[in-house]
């Protein structure tokens, strides 16, 4: 089943502020002193290096609030896979208008292409086991509704969107709460039935005390591979297990193998290498 795209509602004012960035107070210097204003012209957008496409929506987005009547047409949806050299759409309309937005559109959509390649790697690495990737709130400010977007598209789930769809009890919150213990409990006496509550621990012998108070979630902070897979067997099925930490393609399937539920990573999303796309014009005739 297809990825469900963001809304445009969200999605615009994040791609009008990009435009908006780039064409500062005089607009487009190049292009409008040297293009015709009747010009049209068509363009490939083109995959440098293989990997996985994600974005498309958010490129058309930058051309079409240049010129409304452009045209996109798909060779490669968002989730596929493109090999180096090979076309992903091609995009008609204003000369101007395509100039223009080239590169608004070009880093949005190598960018959430280059995570979407390297969460679908990871997703690839642990594939046969029950382990699922998620990210984490490790994202660009402004950009995390599509970061998180790309990581769907490359295989992988959300961890919170942000601080109000989830209690995650770090070790300061359970420092100042006076403990596991009492931080849980209080979380899950103020809190409504639908947030769940998950308590990050770094020590095997603080799992019995997550889940006596009844912590939904224990995630694995810089555990070893035999460190896991004992909090697996202590856990037992009570909590979903979620491994963090020194995640990487190599690594993951360690990982994966010890019987976590959830490995979050947060490169994918902070530090993934942008996916090299071109937009290459055809001759205007």
Not at 29 to 44: E, K, S, Y
Not at 138 to 150: F, S
Not at 205 to 230: K, V
Request: aromatic share 2%; proline share 4%; charged share 25%.
């Amino acid at each position: 089943m297809p990825i469900a795209e963001p809304q445009a509602l969200l999605v615009e004012p994040l791609v009008r502020a990009a435009l908006a960035e780039d064409l500062g107070r005089a607009g487009d210097l190049t292009t409008d002193t040297i293009v015709p204003a009747d010009i049209v012209a068509r363009g490939v957008l083109n995959a440098r290096k293989a990997g996985v496409v994600a974005g498309l929506g958010v490129a058309e987005t930058a051309f079409r609030l240049l010129d409304p009547d452009v045209s996109l047409e798909v060779a490669r949806a968002d989730g596929a896979s493109v090999g180096a050299n090979e076309p992903i759409a091609t995009v008609s309309g204003q000369a101007r208008a395509l100039l223009t937005a080239e590169r608004v559109a070009l880093n949005f959509l190598c960018h959430l292409s280059g995570i979407a390649t390297a969460t679908r790697e990871i997703v690839d690495a642990v594939k046969g086991t029950r382990a699922r990737i998620a990210c984490t709130r490790k994202t660009t400010p402004g950009l995390r509704l599509l970061e998180k977007y790309a990581v769907r598209v490359g295989g992988g789930v959300n961890h919170r969107f942000g601080l109000d769809d989830g209690v995650l009890l770090k070790d300061n919150h359970i420092v100042v709460a006076g403990g596991i213990r009492a931080a849980v409990e209080t979380a899950k006496a103020r809190l409504g039935h639908m947030v769940k509550v998950e308590v990050e621990v770094d020590r095997l012998d603080q799992i019995g005390e997550a889940l006596a108070a009844g912590a939904d979630a224990i995630l694995l902070d810089n555990m070893t591979p035999a460190e896991m897979r004992e909090a697996v067997a202590i856990i037992g099925g009570r909590a979903t297990a979620e491994a963090s930490g020194r995640v990487t393609k190599e690594t993951a399937p360690a990982i994966a193998a010890t019987g976590v539920d959830v490995i979050s990573c947060g490169w994918i999303t902070h530090s993934a290498p942008f996916l090299d796309i071109g937009l290459d014009f055809e001759p205007v005739r």
